[in-house]
């Protein structure tokens, strides 16, 4: 089972980036997929989720209107479209499976976004 997240780097205020997740190992499609993030000396942050139909999504109020949560059942890929981004959503950014009602779930390694000019 894997979980490989891509797509961080460095990006100046106001920028935009867009996290992937590439999932294998596991019936992707039958997992709600999570994103969450975690900045030194903070708290974990669950910032997103969808279903796994992609059916509903939901997102945290920091981020809420400044990112989009999709996925691709085909290519086994969620994905995190970020907007307008901020010093302070610099954080390492993870993804997450999860089987409802089972409680199987698999992390990601992580991408270490950073917001600055």
């Known amino acids: 089972v894997q979980l490989v997240e891509s797509g961080g780097g460095l990006v100046q205020p106001g920028g935009s980036l867009r996290l992937s997740c590439a999932a294998s190992?596991?019936?992707?499609?039958?997992?709600?997929m999570l994103w969450a993030r975690q900045a030194p000396g903070k708290a974990h942050e669950w910032i997103a989720g969808?279903?796994?139909?992609?059916?509903?999504?939901w997102y945290g109020d920091s981020v809420r209107g400044r990112v989009t949560i999709s996925r691709d059942n085909a290519k086994n890929t969620v994905y995190l479209q970020m907007t307008s981004l901020k010093p302070e959503d610099t954080a390492v950014y993870y993804c997450?499976?999860?089987?409802?009602?089972?409680?199987?779930?698999?992390w990601g390694q992580g991408t270490q976004v950073t917001v600055s000019s």
């Open positions: 190992g596991f019936s992707f499609s039958d997992y709600a």
């Open positions: 997450k499976a999860i089987y409802y009602g089972v409680g199987i779930e698999y």
């Open positions: 969808i279903k796994k139909d992609g059916s509903d999504v």
